[in-house]
């Protein structure tokens, strides 16, 4: 079956650039959707189709992709960002759907 | 606005069934796919079934593929998983989610969730 694959971890200091990716053999035919996931809440998209933000989401996050790997950036990352991450797409047939293995951001 | 609110969660036995129901407002329900994930306790989120706008076609990941049925009422705008043959590793809190379409994949509303425990 497909997988995504994601670091199981990031950690960077307030106003820090982070970086979170996510590898998939068919991301380069299929879009990749990252979502937020604070403590004891439902997931929130931050980046769909691989580079567009949602509106209420800060300028801050931005998302991109090349070959086999999407990137979700968060530039200038406030102590509120922490939260696992999740990236989000599709295998080859687009019929089935697969969520990566999440990232914990950590932001001190 | 749009809701999203599950119900049916609850403890159950290894091998018994329970049906997991998802209310929606606020949209025009029979025009959207409409998905199930959940999520281990302490673990991440795993996509579980998909249904299209009119129930005409089903995916399932495989860990649940013959034991669960996803299915849907677009006149009660309310959408279904039937769980059979449940597993300790079913146990997760199970969320009902919506696809935006319009060329997007993106699951843009989501409920709270239920928490079902397999559990003898």
């Known amino acids: 079956s497909y997988e995504l694959t994601q670091p199981p971890s990031v950690s960077v200091s307030p106003g820090q650039t982070a970086r979170i990716t996510c590898s998939g053999d068919?991301?380069?035919?299929?879009?990749a959707y990252w979502y937020q996931q604070k403590s004891g809440q439902a997931p929130v998209v931050v980046i769909y189709?691989?580079?567009k933000r949602p509106s209420g989401i800060p300028e801050r996050f931005s998302g991109s992709s090349s070959g086999t790997m999407a990137t979700l950036t968060i530039s200038g990352a406030q102590v509120e960002d922490e939260a696992d991450y999740y990236c989000?797409?599709?295998?080859?047939?687009?019929?089935?759907?697969?969520f990566g293995g999440g990232t914990k951001l950590t932001v001190l | 606005q749009v809701q999203l609110v599950e119900s049916g969660g609850g403890v159950v036995q290894p091998g018994r069934s329970l049906r997991l129901s998802c209310a929606a407002s606020?949209?025009?329900?029979?025009?959207?796919?409409m998905h199930w994930v959940r999520q281990a306790p302490g673990k991440g989120l795993e996509w579980v079934a998909l249904?299209?706008?009119?129930?005409?076609?089903?995916y399932y990941v495989d860990s649940v593929k013959g034991r669960f049925t996803i299915s849907r009422d677009n006149s009660n705008n309310t959408l279904y998983l039937q769980m059979n043959s449940l597993r300790a590793e079913d146990t997760a809190v199970y969320y009902c989610?919506?696809?935006?379409?319009?060329?997007?994949?993106?699951?843009?509303?989501w409920g709270q969730g239920t928490l079902v425990t397999v559990s003898s």
């Open positions: 989610a919506r696809e935006s379409g319009e060329l997007s994949l993106v699951l843009d509303y």
């Open positions: 606020g949209f025009i329900f029979s025009t959207y796919g």
């Open positions: 249904i299209w706008y009119d129930g005409s076609n089903k």
């Open positions: 068919a991301l380069p035919r299929k879009y």
């Open positions: 189709d691989d580079s």
């Open positions: 989000y797409s599709a295998d080859s047939s687009g019929n089935h759907r697969v």
